[in-house]
């Protein structure tokens, strides 16, 4: 591939890139993948530690609840930990952190493994068993990491709520997981305030009848409520003689579920898309190590949030199970001034930067200078993920922070996915844009309606051809859900809800969502959510959300009201009702704005036509209203 000529705008990898990674040689592994795929898969499990090997790869009999590893024992957390604390790896720093305050902290695989045994034996006082469900609502502290590992080590399943979401979301994501226990920090630093995480949680906690007892993690300090009998402070506890340093750890079936994390939907509810220790693990592991091509020595800082998908496989499990040192910071990119991030590249030396879009061109803005200030020699290797990158952000991120000498790996996933699908790895020619060719061992393709592949550079459907280890298993308590979603429009074929093009060399260019998805700053929200959030309040009777183009969030959300009869639409009530979005769904789903409407457009069935709205604010047609009512 690398002596070929590609069409269009192409970089190629430097000699030293190449000669420096895993994967000299792509297309070789490509090759060896697509012919047995099953075989590739079992090689990369066989890197990772089994308490018992799996007597098959893969069981398709009941798709399209495929299992992978049947018959194996392990936990992932014996591989993300216990193997390393068995090696000179046990001295290796697994986490360096900053807080946004400027409060640092750092654990060696030891100790993180020793705070993780601590926690695991403070929730097992609580009564938290195999298979029980615990919400974790943290802001980014080291505490949400080993409060994620804890649960894992003793076999519960972890629901992680994004510290950006606010009381309805949590509350219903509590309820629907039927969690006893809730994990929660007093607050989070954001751009020098605080989010009052636990104030938002005793809110939420009253619309949801779940929870036995809160374990409340101090980081900011300020007053809060402590419900007597329920919420317990972790600093207190884990100094208790029950929170020894030593906790057996919990053998697991390769298909006992890791954890749920609900993501948000075409249609209702957020669903809960559960991930097994088996198979996430291989493929985190594997794709993790040849993406971004882990070296021993390398520093590696992926800027995600614990609290969605990129969060849980490539801060949390990807890097410990490649045993790298791992960086994480509390706040926002450009707080307090716009070289934050920069300064943290410098002050630890960091190797590896993964990062959105949205923080690329929010950066973008303020002007090179404030980069240029930091010496950023010792990046290698660049990370986008969550939305389609604009080639001019690209180029910027290319030239400005990675000096020309960094590729760039766009990678395209899913939370269903839990791994990189469209992925390149440091030896692939780049095309600014797009995210080039599927992981090897998975086969994905564009469609058109009826399941055809469409011709080179004409858009249509995004699918994925082969089942792969860390696909998504279920949607939890609703399994129905994953057939009729996922694999029901084509026979045998998972649908991504994405629409993208494939180019003449095969490379993949990733479009948006063609379903009521919208992604905002690369968070992935609901129009469902937002329009509920909308109705609950006591002045609306319908409503419509939808996104529109912004220069860097990506997308905008834009909702249309259509208000209670003898409602005064004011100004002042269109605030109000941005504010009550944030209150119940949380800050990022606060719309740009909100018209008030009479009527909204819907089809005869009473379905609110998204796309007619969308068309009207961007002054385009339309296109086919037959289905319109009158
Ligand atoms: C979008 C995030 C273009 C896509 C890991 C997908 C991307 C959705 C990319 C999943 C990318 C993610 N280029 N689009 N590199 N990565 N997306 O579940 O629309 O939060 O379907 O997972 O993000 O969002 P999710």
């Known amino acids: 591939m690398n002596n070929k000529n590609l069409t269009g705008e192409v970089y ?14 792509w297309d070789e592994l490509n090759n060896r993948a697509k012919k047995d795929y099953q075989s590739f898969w079992a090689e990369r499990a066989d890197e990772l530690h089994w308490f018992k090997k799996w007597d098959k790869v893969i069981d398709d009999s009941n798709k399209p609840f495929y299992k992978w590893y049947t018959g194996g024992k392990t936990n992932i957390v014996y591989n993300c930990l216990d193997i390393h604390v068995k090696t000179f790896r046990r001295n290796k720093l697994a986490l360096i952190w900053e807080g946004e305050n400027g409060d640092t902290k750092t654990f060696s695989y030891y100790a993180l493994h020793r705070e993780t045994c601590k926690f695991a034996n403070v929730l097992k006082s609580m009564g938290v068993q195999k298979g029980d469900r615990v919400t974790i609502y943290m802001g980014r502290t ?41 994990i929660v920090a007093d607050g989070a630093y954001q751009r020098g305030k605080i989010v009052p995480l636990k104030q938002i949680a005793d809110e939420a906690l009253q619309r949801c009848g779940t929870v036995e007892h809160v374990l409340v993690v101090k980081r900011t300090g300020q007053e809060i409520n402590m419900e007597f009998g329920r919420d317990m402070w972790y600093h207190e506890l884990i100094n208790l003689p029950i929170a020894t340093q030593h906790c057996a750890l919990e053998i697991m079936d390769a298909e006992d579920p890791l954890f749920i994390l609900y993501t948000s939907g075409t249609t209702g509810k957020p669903k809960a898309i559960l ?11 594997s794709s993790l190590k040849y993406v971004f091509d882990i070296h021993e020595e390398d520093r590696y800082w992926c800027a995600a949030d614990p609290g969605w998908i990129t ?55 303020f002007g090179e200078s404030w980069v240029n200030r930091h010496d950023l020699s010792s990046l290698r290797l660049l990370g986008s993920v969550g939305e389609p990158i604009n080639p001019e952000a690209w180029k910027w991120y290319y030239r400005v922070v990675g000096k020309e000498k960094c590729p760039i790996m766009d990678t395209w996933w899913q939370t269903e996915t839990g791994m990189f699908m469209i992925t390149p790895m440091p030896s692939v020619p780049l095309k ?14 564009v469609v058109d309606e009826n399941g055809n592949s469409v011709k080179p550079n004409e858009e249509g459907f995004l699918i994925i051809k082969t089942p792969w280890p860390s696909m998504i298993r279920t949607v939890y308590k609703d399994p129905e859900r994953l057939v009729q979603q996922y694999w029901s429009k084509y026979p045998g074929v998972y649908l991504t809800g994405d629409s993208a093009r494939k180019d003449e060399d095969g490379y993949f260019w990733i479009i948006g969502r063609v379903d009521d998805v919208i992604k905002v700053s690369g968070y992935r929200l609901g129009t469902a959510e937002i329009e509920s959030a909308l109705v609950s309040h006591n002045t609306v009777a319908e409503a419509a959300a939808i996104g529109l183009p912004h220069e860097v969030k990506g997308n905008a959300i834009y909702a249309y009201v259509i208000l209670r009869a003898g409602i005064e639409k004011t100004p002042t009530l269109i605030e109000e009702l941005r504010q009550h979005v944030s209150h119940e769904v949380g800050p990022i789903a606060k719309p740009e704005n909100i018209e008030f409407v009479d009527t909204l457009p819907k089809t005869r069935s009473g379905k609110i036509m998204r796309r007619v709205l969308k068309a009207r604010a961007l002054g385009q047609d339309p296109g086919n209203i037959s289905t319109l009512e009158e």
């Open 12 to 25: 190629y990898p430097s000699e030293e890139v190449i000669n420096k990674s895993h994967i000299k040689d």
């Open 142 to 182: 080291p505490e949400i990491v080993i409060a994620m590992l804890a649960c894992a080590r003793i076999g519960a399943i972890h629901s992680v709520v994004y510290g950006g979401f606010s009381v309805e979301s949590l509350s219903e994501r509590i309820e629907d997981s039927n969690s006893k226990v809730l």
């Open 275 to 285: 991930h097994t220790h088996g198979g996430y693990m291989v493929g985190v592991h």
């Open 311 to 365: 969060g849980h496989s490539y801060i949390v499990y990807g890097p410990l199970l490649n045993g790298t040192t791992s960086f994480m910071y509390e706040g926002a990119p450009n707080f307090p001034y716009p070289n934050r991030w920069w300064q943290m590249i410098e002050k630890y030396g960091i190797n590896i930067l993964y990062t959105a879009p949205t923080a690329i061109r929010g950066l973008m803005r």
């Open 432 to 445: 600014p844009g797009s995210g080039t060719r599927p992981f090897p061992g998975i086969e994905m393709d």
